[in-house]
């Protein structure tokens, strides 16, 4: 089991920019395939990016793929996503989640553990 803790949400101008962390604490860290995923108000949870177990492979949506950036530490049990020239549609809560397997997947059903999330606000 592993728990998962986001941090370095808060309130951005537009065209700001910001990185998330999300620290794992439990059984090793690089037996997990980690994604991003986040909630805005009324919708529902969409996927962001996602790293292989090594970081050595990284998936990002094609929404966001221009702007986002996924990278891990496994030595220090750590996943980051960078977000550049926020935008005010990228309010919302942010989630990592952790994958007990090998595999990227976009689907949030697939992942096994979850953070709590870190809001992101964009206003001027």
């Known amino acids: 089991q592993v728990q998962l803790a986001e941090s370095g949400g808060g309130l951005v101008k537009p065209g700001g920019s910001l990185r998330l962390s999300c620290t794992a604490t439990?059984?090793?860290?690089?037996?997990?395939?980690m994604g991003w995923f986040r909630q805005a108000p009324g919708k529902e949870r969409e996927f962001l990016a996602g790293?292989?177990?090594?970081?050595?492979?990284?998936v990002t949506a094609d929404s966001v793929k221009d702007r986002f950036t996924i990278t891990r530490d496994n030595a220090n049990n750590r996943v980051y996503l960078e977000i550049d020239s926020l935008k005010s549609e990228d309010t919302a809560v942010y989630y990592c989640?952790?994958?007990?397997?090998?595999?990227?997947?976009?689907?949030?059903?697939?992942?096994?553990?979850w953070g709590q999330g870190t809001q992101v606000t964009v206003s001027s």
């Open positions: 439990g059984r090793s860290f690089s037996n997990y395939v």
């Open positions: 989640a952790a994958k007990a397997d090998w595999r990227i997947a976009e689907l949030e059903a697939l992942y096994d553990y």
């Open positions: 790293s292989n177990r090594s970081g050595s492979v990284t």
